[in-house]
């Protein structure tokens, strides 16, 4: 099951150790005297940069335009539970039960995703500045989705081990 809105409205929804590094990562992403937000703020247009911070969680710096919906993929994962967190900008992020897609893609484990087909049912997420949204691994998802029109966004993707 999904979960959205704002760090604190999560933070009250999430009772799990797993997710303090990452919750805490996010918390020094709200510091404009943070090295965090620092990186983060001065990211370049279509640059992702990976950050372990520690051996079950790491981050994707990542900066881009939002897209077209058609142009846009569900995709899931098995080994790692995503949150993702929108620093600047907005997006659309749809999201859809595994067992109500068509597979486009098949499962990669090396990259830990699968790719599946659009979807007319899905639930539809507004995700603003400031707020995230986190995926379990039965939650395919399609970030990036313009929201009226295509925009920079900037966003950390925290990947949780779903074994930690």
Do not use: W
Request: aromatic share 10%.
């Amino acid at each position: 099951m999904a979960i959205f809105g704002t760090i604190e409205t999560v933070k009250a929804q999430i009772n799990n150790p797993s997710f303090e590094k990452a919750l805490l990562y996010i918390d020094k992403l709200q510091d404009k005297n943070s090295d965090e937000y620092k990186s983060l703020l001065n990211i370049e247009l279509d640059e992702c940069n990976k950050i372990v911070l520690d051996e079950h969680c790491f981050v994707l710096e990542q900066a881009y335009i939002s897209k077209n919906k058609e142009d846009c993929f569900f995709e899931s994962h098995r080994k790692y539970i995503d949150i993702q967190y929108i620093f600047e900008g907005e997006e659309i992020m749809e999201v859809e039960n595994l067992s109500n897609l068509q597979v486009t893609t098949a499962y990669k484990e090396d990259l830990d995703y699968a790719k599946y087909s659009q979807s007319k049912d899905s639930s539809i997420l507004k995700i603003r500045k400031n707020e995230l949204a986190i995926f379990f691994p039965q939650d395919a998802h399609m970030p990036c989705i313009r929201l009226d029109e295509n925009k920079k966004v900037i966003k950390a993707v925290l990947k949780i081990s779903v074994n930690s």
